[in-house]
C-alpha cells in the first residue's frame, strides 16, 4: 500500500494528444496546468472533389505516435511520471474500420465535408428535421457524422453486410485513436463527442434506435459512451515503454470550454480564430435553441452532466487576412489593434464580413458583405476598426441570441484564440456587451480542458476549485456609456438589414 502511495505522488504531469483539422499535436502540462512541452505534425488534407475534405486515419495516427514520442524526448521527462493521457479532438470527422485488422476501410470523413448535403435534404423532406433536433440538439446537417456514415453505407454496399457481422467499427477521431493506442482492446467515445453525430440522444444519454433506424445504422458498428474523465484503458507500453492510463477525453471546443474554467451556468468562452466559436455552460439541463444554436454536451464528470449552447461566426479572424492580403492595408494583423486607435470611432463605417453569408440569427447564406457609411472624411484607418468592430458585433448578435435562449444573464466573458490577443477588440468587446472580459494567459484552452479532464480522473487534481485557482488572466472591464455604445450598435444593426434587403 505504501509502495502505491509512493508511486502516486511521484506523478506530476499530463500528456494531451490533441488532434486537429491541420495537426496532430502532442503537449505535456504540469500541476500548474504550464505547458511544459509541444510536439506538431501536419497532416494532409484531400479535396477529392468540390466541397469534399478527407484525411488518412493512418497518418492520423501515426503523426500523433510521433508527437506523443517526441514531445516526452523534447520536456526532457520520465514517461512514468506521466499521471495520464488526454485525447481532444477535431469534431463530427468519421472513420469506419475493420475491427480485426484495424485498418480504415475508407479515408476519414472530415467534418467541412459536404458530401452528405443531399442526404441530410431528404431526411428534411421525409419531415425528420424537428425530430432529429428535439433528440440531438442538432440541425441536420452535413457536418455530422451521421449522414456521413449513411453516405458510406450507400455508396459501398459490401459495407452493410459486414457492418451488420460485428465486422466494422464506427468511431470519431477520439474513439479511433483511443482503440489504436490501447492495442484494439477498447472502442469508446465520451459523451461530448457523441453529442456531435447526429445519432445520440442528449436527453437519454444512449445511442437512439429510432434514429439509428432512419440514418440506417447497424448498432454493432457504435462504440461504447463513457464520460469524460475516467479512466477508459491503457497506453499500450511499447509506446513509451510502459502502460498510461487515457483517462479524459472531449471534442475541441467543449475542451476549450473546460480549459477556461467555465464550470458553471451561465459560463460562456468565446474563441476568436478564423471565425468565432461560442459556447454557453447552461448547467445540468439542455436548453433548446430558437435562433438556430446548437445543443450538444459539454462533458461528463462523476456522473453529473453538463450542457452547453453553441454558436458560430463564419468570418472573425478572417476580416483581418483579407485586410492583409486582398486589401494590403495592413503588413500583419497584430497592427491593426493600435491602427484602430488612431480614430477617436468608427466614422460611421460600418463592415458587414459576409463572406460566405450569414450564420446566426440572420441564416442568410446569399448574403455578401459591405462596407458602408463612407464619406470623403473617411480613411483606411475606419476602415480597419471597423473589420475589428465587425467581429465584436457578430460575438455580440451570438450572445444574445444564447441569453434569450436560455433565460441566463451573461455576466462574463471567457476569451481564447488568435485574435484574442487584439487589446482594442477586447476592450471594445467589453464595452459592447457590458461585461467583462477575461483572457487567459496560458492560450492553448483546448488542450488545457483535455488535461484537467485527466487530472481530475487520475488524482493530480483533487477537483475543479484546484484548477480555478491555477488561472492566470488579464482582464477587459466595460468603461464606455451604454448609450454611446448603444448608437453603435444600432448603426451595425442598420449595416446588417442593408446586407439582407439587397438579397430580398
Ligand atoms: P484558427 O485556429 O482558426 O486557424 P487562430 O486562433 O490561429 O485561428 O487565429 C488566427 C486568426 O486570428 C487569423 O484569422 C488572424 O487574422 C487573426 N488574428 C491573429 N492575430 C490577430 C490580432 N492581433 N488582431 C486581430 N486578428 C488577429
Not at 192 to 209: C, G, P, V
Not at 268 to 280: D, E, H, P, R
Not at 287 to 307: A, C, D, H, M, P
Request: charge should be neutral.
Amino acid at each position: 500500500m505504501r509502495h502505491r502511495m509512493q508511486q502516486r505522488t511521484m506523478k506530476k504531469y499530463i500528456l494531451v494528444l490533441d488532434q486537429g483539422t491541420t495537426s496532430s499535436r502532442s503537449i505535456i502540462f504540469d500541476k500548474k496546468g504550464s505547458i511544459i512541452g509541444v510536439s506538431q505534425k501536419e497532416i494532409k488534407q484531400y479535396f477529392p472533389q468540390p466541397g469534399w475534405v478527407e484525411h488518412d486515419p493512418m497518418e492520423i495516427l501515426a503523426t500523433q505516435i510521433h508527437t506523443l514520442k517526441e514531445v516526452v524526448t523534447k520536456a526532457k521527462i520520465d514517461p512514468q511520471d506521466i499521471a495520464g493521457i488526454g485525447i481532444t479532438n477535431q469534431r463530427e470527422t468519421t472513420v469506419l474500420w475493420d475491427r480485426d485488422t484495424g485498418k480504415p476501410v475508407h479515408p476519414a470523413i472530415v467534418w467541412q465535408c459536404r458530401r452528405s448535403h443531399d442526404i441530410c435534404e431528404q431526411l428534411r423532406r421525409h419531415g425528420y428535421e424537428e425530430m432529429f433536433k428535439e433528440k440531438t440538439g442538432l440541425v441536420l446537417d452535413a457536418y455530422f457524422s451521421g449522414t456521413k456514415l449513411k453516405w458510406l453505407f450507400d455508396t459501398y454496399p459490401d459495407l452493410l453486410p459486414r457492418a451488420k457481422r460485428g465486422e466494422l467499427l464506427f468511431g470519431t477521431i477520439d474513439s479511433w485513436l483511443l482503440f489504436n493506442l490501447t492495442n484494439g482492446t477498447v472502442h469508446t467515445t465520451d459523451v461530448s463527442n457523441a453529442s456531435r453525430t447526429l445519432l445520440f440522444n442528449i436527453h437519454k444519454l444512449e445511442w437512439d434506435t429510432e434514429l439509428l433506424e432512419i440514418v440506417g445504422v447497424p448498432r454493432e458498428i457504435l462504440p461504447k459512451v463513457k464520460s469524460s474523465s475516467e479512466i477508459y484503458g491503457q497506453l499500450d507500453k511499447r509506446y513509451l515503454g510502459l502502460e498510461i492510463p487515457i483517462a479524459g477525453i472531449a471534442g475541441d471546443q467543449q475542451a476549450a470550454l473546460f480549459g477556461q474554467t467555465c464550470f458553471d451556468k451561465g459560463d460562456v468562452k468565446n474563441t476568436y480564430g478564423t471565425g468565432c466559436f461560442m459556447l454557453m455552460n447552461t448547467g445540468t439541463s439542455p436548453v433548446s435553441s430558437r435562433s438556430g444554436l446548437l445543443t450538444s454536451i459539454g462533458w461528463e464528470i462523476g456522473g453529473k452532466v453538463t450542457y452547453v449552447l453553441e454558436g458560430s461566426i463564419f468570418i472573425a479572424g478572417a476580416v483581418i487576412q483579407w485586410l492583409r492580403d486582398e486589401l494590403q492595408i495592413v503588413n500583419t494583423a497584430a497592427e491593426t489593434g493600435i491602427i484602430a486607435k488612431n480614430v477617436d470611432d468608427n466614422g460611421g463605417v460600418y463592415f458587414v464580413p459576409a463572406f460566405v453569408g450569414l450564420g446566426t440569427p440572420y441564416w442568410d447564406m446569399d448574403a455578401r458583405g459591405i462596407i458602408s457609411g463612407l464619406t470623403r472624411g473617411t480613411g483606411k484607418d475606419h476602415i480597419i476598426r471597423a473589420a475589428l468592430e465587425s467581429i465584436a458585433y457578430q460575438t455580440k448578435d451570438v450572445l444574445d441570441c444564447m441569453k434569450k435562449d436560455s433565460g441566463i444573464s451573461i455576466k462574463l466573458l471567457r476569451v481564447d484564440g488568435g485574435a484574442s490577443a487584439n487589446d482594442f477588440l477586447m476592450q471594445f468587446q467589453a464595452d459592447l456587451l457590458g461585461v467583462s472580459i477575461q483572457r487567459p494567459k496560458q492560450v492553448e484552452t483546448t488542450a488545457l480542458g483535455a488535461a484537467y479532464l485527466t487530472g481530475l480522473a487520475t488524482g493530480l487534481w483533487k477537483d475543479k476549485d484546484q484548477l480555478i485557482q491555477s488561472h492566470d488572466l488579464t482582464s477587459f472591464t466595460p468603461t464606455t456609456e451604454r448609450k454611446e455604445i448603444e448608437k453603435y450598435y444600432k448603426g451595425w444593426q442598420r449595416a446588417v438589414k442593408a446586407v439582407l434587403k439587397k438579397v430580398d
